[in-house]
């Protein structure tokens, strides 16, 4: 069983960062099979940073990077502007046609 546990979530204003962390465990095949998404409020869930892929509206201000050794995969969100308001969640499928793996989402809300 794999559990992703994220954090580094909350409120921040326009222009400014956070980063986020999502804790893998459980038998994780590749940490590059994992990947962030988020869902705003009425908005469909959708994919932030995965491998070598952003979504259009984060190029440029997200970075998406992993640590093996302590199976984390970090979010740094910099530039954040108020749509980036979302809960953020991990995400991992470790092949393709695979079960998908979610944290339970950590909030972000940037606003003036």
């Known amino acids: 069983q794999v559990q992703l546990v994220e954090s580094g979530g909350g409120y921040v204003q326009p222009g400014n960062s956070l980063r986020l962390s999502c804790a893998a465990s459980g038998r994780i095949i590749s940490i590059y099979a994992m990947d962030w998404y988020r869902q705003a409020p009425g908005k469909e869930r959708e994919l932030v940073a995965g491998w070598r892929k952003y979504a259009d509206s984060v190029k440029g201000r997200f970075t998406i990077s992993r640590d093996s050794a302590k199976n984390t995969v970090y979010l740094q969100m910099n530039s954040l502007q108020l749509e980036d308001t979302a809960v953020y969640y991990c995400?991992?499928?470790?092949?393709?046609?695979?079960?998908?793996?979610w944290g339970k989402g950590t909030l972000v809300t940037v606003s003036s």
């Open positions: 995400h991992y499928r470790p092949y393709e046609g695979g079960v998908d793996y």
